[in-house]
């Protein structure tokens, strides 16, 4: 699907599947389109070209039908403020038509939420508890999450991913967008990036791993030149001093690396295992546009996936 505004750059051509039962990792810096998506999936927005199904269901024709069945969770949370917590909690329960209030008192407990003081008077973590409830309350088939840890404290983040395990052990799907590299790793299956608008890479994250940016530190027994990696082409920002050779290493073979620091006296390597951070940082090396936010992108899904867009060139 694709979302344009006018001559601004909106997304274009997102292409996406997100199946039933996994967990799903949506990244991209501020500006590349997260968001627009997002409510694009939702039908908050609809797209310039293109459709979005869930559970096989229409977006836009199917929209109240789909919202019953979708726990969401805004990146920019909104709430009553002059309602208690509690208030909220059990508006958003009867519009839903009744929930498991066990379930709900469950997780103001594990959360340690704030809810019995107005909302306007609450910090920015404790309405962000809110808003996680008030998304997993009635037990959806989907969650769709803008950055959900946003405002949390270490141990409310901990208890939220142990929430997220539970929705995924029901194999129930969760599309989660989040600038938090060591959670995306931590809980998801599958990512996609986003940059300028289009969806540039959707992989597992163990396959992406696979194409590290990996730094390696080298320690010699004695100085060498600054040459001595100039013609490998999988090496990067070498910083020599001394005997010490900072370099980063991209690719999952380094056998070309290895023999050639073979011809020299090595006392020590360094080589700790790459996050997604650096992966993710790799995608957008030298790239300093930013992209609107608030422009869309497009999602389609049937019985067996969660959510899917396609890109305006299947209309």
């Known amino acids: 699907m694709s979302k344009h505004y006018g001559k601004e750059r909106g997304i274009s051509n997102i292409n996406l599947e997100v199946y039933s039962g996994e967990t799903f990792g949506f990244l991209g810096p501020n500006g590349a389109g997260k968001t627009t998506t997002i409510r694009t999936i939702l039908n908050f927005i609809k797209p ?6 869930i559970l ?19 990146g920019e949370l909104e709430l009553f403020n002059q309602m208690t917590g509690k208030d909220f909690l059990t508006f958003m329960a009867n519009l839903r038509g009744g929930v ?22 609450l910090s920015h973590g404790n309405k962000q508890k809110l808003g996680l409830i008030q998304a997993f309350m009635h037990n ?42 060591s959670e995306v ?23 992406l791993k696979a194409k590290k940016l990996q730094s390696i530190e080298v320690h010699f027994a004695s100085s060498v030149s600054d040459n001595i990696f100039e013609k490998l082409p999988n090496v990067s920002d070498v910083e020599i001093n001394g005997n010490v050779a900072k370099v980063k290493v991209s690719g999952d073979n380094i056998d070309l690396f290895i023999k050639s620091i073979a011809n020299h006296k090595v006392t020590k ?10 992966i993710f940082l790799s995608y957008f090396k030298g790239d300093e546009s930013k992209d609107d936010e608030n422009k869309g992108t497009e999602s389609k899904g049937d019985e067996n996936k969660g959510t899917e867009s396609k890109g305006d060139e299947n209309e």
């Open 269 to 278: 390597i360094i080589a700790p295992e790459p996050n997604l951070e650096e």
């Open 100 to 121: 498991d209030w066990d379930f709900v008192e469950e997780m103001i407990s594990n959360l340690n939420a704030q809810v019995n003081k107005p909302i306007g008077s």
């Open 48 to 53: 310039s070209a293109g459709s979005v199904e």
């Open 140 to 181: 959806p088939d989907i969650l769709i999450l803008d950055e959900p840890t946003n405002g949390l404290d270490p141990l409310v983040q901990e208890e939220f991913h142990k929430m997220l395990k539970s929705v995924k052990d029901s194999d129930k799907t969760v599309f989660l967008s989040s600038h938090v590299m």
């Open 185 to 207: 790793e931590e809980i998801c299956d599958r990512v996609g990036i986003i940059r300028q608008g289009e969806l540039i890479t959707v992989e597992k994250i163990e396959d």
């Open 56 to 74: 096989g269901l229409d977006s836009i024709k199917d929209s109240i039908e789909i919202h019953k069945n979708i726990g969401y969770l805004p």
